[in-house]
């Protein structure tokens, strides 16, 4: 397998540059904060970004872990990567991720000053520094489970003109606020959530009332009880469903929080002259 580096200082465009670079040299998989990436998809590991802290993440991103190396180098396996493309801030930070990979020595290192002018990383190091973001090079509905809680969206537009040669890059990156903010904790109150899953819920007609709401926060989102009164004669699993999806979908879409299990409980059923 060969293997090449894409380097340049945190925050100057080597995540939004990848796909580009990676068509251009021949590589099939890419390297990128604790992840490996092919054709769009996360195939192995988990993003550093979701650390609690900066120095977990930089351990996270140079594979210190040896089940996160086992799980990379079993993918590596299995997709037949050819050409793997390792990103990071440093020839010494490169070099020791192909180190702790086994992935061999990097025949070749491009740097970000190869393909971004000085204008175009000065706006890249704005957006990470002034609004604290990050961006990696997969669809959103890819990391979204990486990143229950965090700050998130699709890239549509970072630049004008960058990577206009490739159509489909541009669509296949998502941005994210990791754990360790640079404008520190990204907190979103429990009574925002349950205020949009209420507001959501009562949309359904066959909803009388909902007698109570419970918020209980996981690793990977959040699980919501309703408590509800329906109307006697309804569907009652068709309406539960409407329910959930509605409570599921909104809260996602609001918040980028996961809603990992939206649970109705019907406490009683009201005739409509009751």
Sequence with gaps: MK?????????T???????????????????????????????????????????????????????????????????????LMILGTSDGMVNKIAKNLGVGTIS????????????????????????????????????KKEFSGFFLHPLRRFQKNLDAQIPTAEADKSIVRPTFSYMGDYIISDNVINEIAIHEANKISELEKIQNINLRKTGH?????????????????????????AVRDNVEQYTSVNARRVNILIKNLKKADE
């Design 13 to 83: 465009g080597k995540s939004y540059r990848s796909v580009m670079v990676s068509q251009k040299y021949g590589a099939d998989a890419i390297i990128d904060d604790g992840l490996l990436i092919s054709h769009g998809k996360v195939i192995a590991g988990s993003s550093a970004k979701k650390e609690a802290t900066k120095i977990a993440s930089v351990k996270h991103a140079l594979f210190m872990n040896p089940k996160q190396v086992k799980d990379v180098k079993n993918a590596l396996g299995k997709y037949n990567i050819q050409c």
């Design 3 to 11: 293997v090449i580096a894409f380097v340049g200082p945190s925050g």
């Design 108 to 143: 070749e290192i491009i740097r970000i000053e190869d393909v971004a002018t000085d204008e175009e990383m000065q706006m890249a190091l704005r957006m990470r520094r002034v609004e604290g973001k990050h961006v990696i090079p997969v669809p959103t509905f890819e990391i």
């Design 221 to 245: 989102g959040v699980h919501i009880d309703m408590t509800v009164i329906l109307q006697y004669g309804c569907n009652v699993f068709e309406v539960c469903r409407k329910i959930q999806l």
